[in-house]
T-cell receptor
């Protein structure tokens, strides 16, 4: 089955801890993205990557970091510098920058 | 002003009803338009792209008005399974991070 997977589905973190969210795709897509979704708001772009070993900041990159060492994988680290990390995190991929984006099932992060 | 604005709803309609959602966007350079559907606590899924001439997919019709900078989604003969939040998405070509999402319009179809 081709698709995008994210893990874990639910994640709880104590304040001051870094945490890494996994995103894997086997669609052979070049572009990958990370968004966060908060209640009553549209998705906001955190980071995106158009190609392996390259990534760019989105609108709300502060407190987050990413890597793109493999085409299939685009992990997101939520650092302790992120002031309000509790949110629904969605990873997406697209064949190229002009194509539709397809989303993984999301990770719901709660900071205790 | 938000870049993509939608009426948050909720829209509560009976089965079989016709319902329409509008979405306005502020960037006149926007080139690509989409409607996504998002079920409660799930990821968004692509419903349909929106083409300049308008397009239809079964019970769903999407239209674009570039002059007024809005797009619409019409759902005919609503089903219970249509209950979801519908996200309007606008993209400017040539810039990978210019995919802008509306906050969504929530639809509940009741028996």
């Amino acid at each position: 089955d081709g698709g995008i997977t994210q893990s874990p589905k639910y994640l709880f973190r104590k304040e001051g801890q870094n945490v890494t969210l996994s995103c894997e795709q086997n669609l052979n897509h070049d572009a990958m993205y990370w968004y966060r979704q908060d209640p009553g708001q549209g998705l906001r772009l955190i980071y995106y990557s158009q190609i392996v070993n390259d990534f760019q900041k989105g609108d709300i990159a502060e407190g987050y970091s990413v890597s793109r060492e493999k085409k299939e994988s685009f992990p997101l680290t939520v650092t302790s510098a992120q002031k309000n990390p509790t949110a629904f995190y969605l990873c997406a991929s697209s064949l190229g920058p002009y194509n539709e984006q397809f989303f993984g099932p999301g990770t719901r992060l709660t900071v205790l | 002003r938000k870049e993509v604005e939608q009426d948050p709803g909720p829209f509560n309609v009976p089965e079989g009803a016709t319902v329409a959602f509008n979405c306005t966007y502020s960037n006149s350079a926007s080139q690509s338009f989409f409607w996504y559907r998002q079920d409660c606590r799930k990821e968004p899924k692509l419903l349909m792209s929106v083409y300049s001439s308008g397009n239809e997919d079964g019970r769903f019709t999407a239209q674009l008005n570039r002059a007024s900078q809005y797009i619409s989604l019409l759902i005919r003969d609503s089903k219970l399974s249509d209950s979801a939040t519908y996200l309007c998405v606008v993209k400017s070509e040539g810039n990978n991070n210019d995919m802008r999402f509306g906050a969504g319009t929530r639809l509940t179809v009741k028996p």
